[in-house]
DNA sequence: ATGCCTGCGGTTCGCAGA
């Protein structure tokens, strides 16, 4: 089965593209970020079209997460637990996947996660995302005791290391690479969290955002913040991971790309 | 050193993004 993560920067802008890709990779389940709209004015028919159960935690104008999934799922949580916040940076499905051969199914926990910012750095919006990501924190450790497959896919806004940068001494002052925000999410590693794409690969220049501005796509000045963390009992299962980066030469195209994994 | 670009809301500009 493939999972992805997408931040698609304004879900109605982006519907063609989304469906276009939908039929070309065949995800089993999408994690969506920054649908920028509430829940009524998401194309929910087009893509439920294409054979996916649809739930979102939408808002008006900013942020907005989603999943959807070709297998039944249910929702546990829209909103961080023990993190009140009018900001819809998160939700939780459990999916029931169809066991072989009439072997009973097994399930996958997954969320879609859309970390702040944080910038500009120092200030209270940096201080935000280090709250909302102590609190991730806090609930990753809660669901890694529960010893099931476990997803946690998402924009975490977060450069891991300088690989993961065409030009990292350009973000050492920005909230997405400065030392505490790296050291938050290696914290989640250190949990027992692996890297889908990491463990995959030792390569730089796999990017997962190119900034709309002085030409950053042409440039290929690209950074790696979209993210798929892995229980162990799911790493177990890792058969691939990769990136769609062919998105961003599309015309109007977010400013992120499709990220995934594949789990056997 | 600053803005570049894009989306949104709601009006022709400000905010947010990263």
Same mark, same amino acid.
């Given at each position: 089965m493939i999972i992805a993560t997408f931040n698609v920067n304004s879900v109605r802008q982006r519907e063609a593209h989304l469906v276009r890709w939908l039929k070309a990779r065949a995800p089993d389940i999408v994690c969506l970020q +920054? *649908?920028?709209? +509430?829940d009524h004015a998401f194309p929910r028919s087009e893509i439920e079209a294409l054979g996916y159960q649809v739930e979102t935690h939408g808002q008006k104008t900013f942020n907005g997460v989603a999943i959807l999934s070709r297998f039944p799922i249910t929702i546990e +949580?829209? $909103? *961080? &637990? =023990?993190f009140p916040d009018e900001q819809a940076r998160y939700i939780e499905a459990v999916a029931s996947l169809p066991g072989e051969k009439g072997a009973p199914g097994t399930a996958i926990r997954v969320a879609s996660i859309y970390c702040p #910012? $944080? #910038? &500009?750095? &120092? =200030?209270p919006k940096y201080a935000y995302k280090r709250a909302f990501m102590a609190a991730l924190m806090g609930h990753a450790r809660a669901l890694l005791a529960l010893e099931e497959m476990l997803v946690l896919a998402g924009d975490y806004n977060v450069i891991p290391e300088p690989r993961d940068a065409r030009n990292p001494d350009l973000w050492r002052a920005d909230a997405l690479f400065l030392p505490e925000s790296r050291a938050d999410f290696r914290r989640l590693l250190t949990l027992g969290l692996t890297d889908a794409l990491r463990a995959t690969t030792d390569s730089g220049g796999l990017y997962s955002f190119w900034d709309y501005q002085a030409g950053a796509w042409p440039r290929d000045n690209g950074i790696r913040i979209d993210h798929l963390l892995l229980s162990p009992q799911a790493a177990d299962r890792l058969r691939g991971a990769g990136i769609d980066r062919d998105l961003r030469g599309a015309e109007k195209p977010s400013d992120h790309v499709p990220v995934w994994a594949e789990l056997g």
């Open positions: +920054e *649908l920028k709209c +509430e +949580e829209r $909103g *961080l &637990p =023990g #910012n $944080g #910038n &500009p750095a &120092p =200030g």
